[in-house]
């Protein structure tokens, strides 16, 4: 009889808590025994283990095999295990030096033939190994994903035979490696959005500061395009949040793909996206597009259109950046840290205010259109902005080119450098002791805004925005202080406010 104990990692949201596969191989009846909740797919891997491990020379030992993945009480999931469990039996069965397992993780799934396929997940697990002071073993399809993890001992195999000659010094695996793949950049220029300037000069605004942005106009004024330039201008991500993006990538389908490497994401969901497509969730949940855009842009086009309660779940995860799932068996923390872009028609046939006058819409419809976006989701969007059908398409070339996103990302990293260095985050992100600290109005501009709550009916919370907004500006300005003409173009900036009934 023998034991033998191999590390890996299981997938539990963005975590990948460690664990243990013990394999004991005795006496009695051939069988082969699993215990530690494996689902389905994991449960299946004894018969695809002793596939690879016959096809590859091994011998599979016709004896009882216990396999035990630990902690028990942990549901275990996908063909990950496939890997420690065929080291456990080939040690077990004295068939492979095991004095590497206690240093070294594993994982990969197995074919049948005894190559080493791809798994997901495989950022998270690569980072907590090196925390834990592990190395790691990914097959080769995974190495330049556990590569960005910046861990030390991490190796990369492209079959179970590769990483049996490794174990017993026969031959050496190949460290990870980044691929030297980069993306070009972002074609989606500021460049092509001609006239708009309102609209541009708020994009800025929202980049600077991170802040939520909602367009509204007719059909076919540029509210997508606007929109779909925001990328292009925000500052490059930190090698933290670069990271936080790529394992929510990397534990979801199709999985982190490396040229997306510190790219922000821009999510576009349809309108007829349900809640768990939006916030995550499944009866094992799985991130939903609000964490797909952590650190980069969800754009919800046609807001009007989402079902109204699907809006509401978006209220939670807009204060506190992250969206915890809970099911009766299981709990998932995901990051969703992400910057909401809407756009919307001003009523239901789209043309109100248009000075064609062709819109035929009641008072009473486009009140029971823009109903179906609550106060409170507003409340949480800081610049509400018109963009009106321009009178002047400028096709032929002649006039004015539109200032570039090169040129604005550079202004939008110089404010957000300020904001870093003054408190750390973007000012889209303080909270009311941050506001009082470094967004305080002087004693004029304080009767200014309360007049302003006064006659538009806005929040305490809204009256918070419109100060973040006013400090971003004064940071697009490099000026030390809040001025009365930066809380006037952030008041500008509050269009749902007059009027809309907060809920």
């Not at 190559?115 to 997901?120: E, I």
């Not at 768990?276 to 939903?288: C, D, E, F, M």
């Not at 650190?295 to 919800?300: M, N, P, Q, S």
Request: glycine share 10%; hydrophobic share 40%; net charge neutral.
């Amino acid at each position: 009889m023998a034991l033998a104990q191999v590390f890996t990692r299981a997938s539990v949201g963005v975590n990948a808590p460690e664990v243990v596969v013990e394999v004991h191989v005795g006496g009695g009846l051939p069988r082969v025994s699993m215990v530690g909740l494996p689902e389905t797919a994991v449960r299946e891997a004894k018969d695809r283990v002793k596939a690879a491990l016959l096809n590859a020379g091994f011998e599979f030992p016709p004896s009882h095999i216990t396999i035990s993945l630990a902690p028990a009480d942990l549901p275990k999931e996908g063909g990950r295990f496939d890997l420690p469990i065929a080291l456990g039996i080939l040690a077990a069965s004295a068939q492979v030096d095991d004095r590497k397992f206690e240093a070294f993780e594993f994982i990969g799934e197995l074919s049948l033939g005894g190559g080493l396929s791809p798994v997901k997940g495989v950022l998270p697990v690569a980072i907590q190994a090196h925390a834990s002071g592990r190395g790691l073993v990914v097959p080769i399809a995974n190495g330049p994903e556990a590569a960005l993890s910046g861990g030390q001992r991490q190796f990369c195999a492209g079959s179970l035979l590769a990483v049996v000659a490794w174990l017993e010094g026969r031959d050496s695996l190949p460290p990870v490696a980044v691929s030297e793949t980069r993306p070009a950049g972002n074609v989606r220029d500021l460049r092509d959005v001609y006239g708009q300037l309102r609209a541009r000069r708020a994009l800025e605004i929202a980049a600077a500061g991170a802040h939520n942005l909602i367009f509204t106009g007719p059909p076919g004024t540029g509210k997508t395009m606007l929109a779909s330039r925001l990328p292009g201008i925000l500052p490059p991500m930190t090698e933290e949040e670069a990271l936080d993006s790529a394992a929510v990538a990397s534990i979801s389908r199709p999985g982190f793909e490396i040229h997306q490497w510190r790219v922000r994401n821009f999510r576009a969901p349809h309108h007829t996206a349900s809640s768990a497509a939006l916030v995550g969730g499944g009866s094992k949940p799985r991130p939903g597009e609000i964490s797909l855009a952590h650190h980069g842009v969800l754009f919800l086009d046609e807001l009007p259109e989402f079902n109204r309660n699907v809006l509401e779940v978006l209220r939670e995860p807009m204060e506190s950046g992250h969206i915890t799932i809970s099911r009766a068996t299981s709990q998932a923390d995901f990051p969703a840290r992400f910057q909401l872009v809407a756009a919307m028609n001003p009523c239901p046939c789209g043309f109100a205010g248009d000075r064609t006058g062709r819109c035929m819409c009641t008072a009473e419809q486009i009140q029971r259109y823009r109903a179906r976006i609550s106060g409170p989701l507003l409340d949480r969007i800081d610049l509400h902005v018109e963009v009106a059908r321009p009178g002047h398409i400028p096709y032929d070339g002649r006039g004015t080119q539109p200032e570039n996103s090169e040129s604005v990302r550079e202004r939008v990293i110089a404010a957000r450098e300020r904001q870093l260095v003054r408190a750390g985050i973007p000012n889209a992100q303080l909270d009311t002791a941050g506001v009082r600290l470094h967004c305080k109005p002087g004693r004029q501009m304080q009767k200014i805004l309360e007049d302003a709550a006064e006659q538009m009916n806005l929040s305490p919370r809204a009256c918070q925005r419109i100060l973040k907004v006013s400090r971003t500006l004064a940071d697009l300005e490099n000026v030390g202080e809040i001025r009365e003409h930066h809380l006037a173009e952030a008041l500008a900036y509050r269009g749902f406010d007059g009027g809309k009934n907060q809920q």
